[in-house]
């Protein structure tokens, strides 16, 4: 049975989320405020966390950076905004989806589905080797750990994700679309600059030129890559 926070602080929302998720058989837990839903969301491993953008004694932005510093637990932001700069902010600070008040119970039931659908096929993907090696950059995917050069190397949890893919298939070319929808499951154009911002901050982490790239290079009018001249 999948379990999901609610960290909500409208009674009436909660009750209604309840009340639908029980009939999906999912076990639900709720927070009223954003301190005690941080807390909560730490102390145990959910499957899901529905989290709302304002919320008393900590929003929602902090709540969802907080959780993701230390878990990978996916995420779907609820919001009375529409406004892009928050959409763009939850794709931002990690959320895995993102769905604005007043929104239709059946559709937020479907992206419930479908970001549990991407997280369980995730989860059952198995791995030759759960370490992939490059000249100086070591990637264990089971741990979560980045080392370069010997040093441990601190990545966002959509970092870690777009440099598994791409080192996972050097030389491969994805489009900045491709990335957004590969990696936030999002289908909707004109966000490709927020994988252009993941990018430039994952090359500010582990390549030594900014200017000039041995990671991950720009393939110019298509997107990224990882180098596969890179060897051992």
């Keep these: 049975m999948k379990d999901i926070l609610i960290i909500e602080d409208d009674p009436e929302i909660i009750k209604l989320l309840e009340i639908h998720l029980t009939d999906l058989i999912?076990?639900?837990?709720?927070?009223?405020?954003?301190?005690?839903?941080?807390?909560?969301?730490?102390?145990?491993?959910?499957?899901?966390?529905?989290?709302d953008l304002?919320?008393?004694?900590?929003?929602?932005?902090?709540?969802?950076?907080?959780?993701?510093a230390q878990k990978q637990t996916p995420v779907?932001?609820?919001?009375?905004?529409?406004e892009e700069i928050d959409r763009v902010l939850g794709l931002e600070i990690g959320a895995d989806d993102y769905i604005t008040k007043p929104f239709s119970i059946r559709e937020l039931l479907a992206r419930i589905k479908a970001v549990l659908r991407r997280t369980d096929n995730k989860q059952t993907v198995v791995e030759e080797s759960s370490t992939i090696e490059f000249e100086g950059l070591?990637?264990?995917?089971?741990?979560?750990?980045?080392?370069?050069?010997?040093?441990?190397?601190?990545?966002?949890?959509?970092?870690?994700?777009?440099?598994?893919?791409?080192?996972?298939?050097?030389?491969?070319n994805y489009s900045r679309t491709e990335l957004l929808n590969i990696i936030w499951g999002y289908n909707f154009d004109g966000y490709e600059h927020t994988v252009n911002s993941h990018i430039n901050r994952l090359r500010a982490k582990i390549e030594s030129d900014?200017?000039?790239?041995?990671y991950i290079l720009t393939t110019w009018?298509?997107?990224?890559?990882f180098n596969e001249d890179i060897v051992l």
Aim: with cysteine.
């Design 221 to 225: 009018g298509v997107g990224y890559k």
């Design 76 to 82: 779907i932001m609820l919001t009375a905004k529409s």
């Design 54 to 68: 304002t919320l008393p004694s900590m929003d929602g932005v902090e709540v969802c950076k907080k959780l993701r």
């Design 138 to 172: 070591q990637i264990n995917i089971d741990k979560r750990k980045v080392l370069l050069k010997g040093n441990k190397v601190e990545l966002s949890p959509k970092e870690f994700e777009l440099l598994v893919l791409m080192a996972s298939n050097p030389g491969r």
């Design 26 to 51: 999912y076990s639900t837990s709720k927070a009223r405020d954003g301190k005690e839903g941080l807390e909560m969301a730490l102390e145990k491993d959910y499957d899901l966390v529905l989290l």
């Design 210 to 214: 900014m200017a000039n790239p041995s």
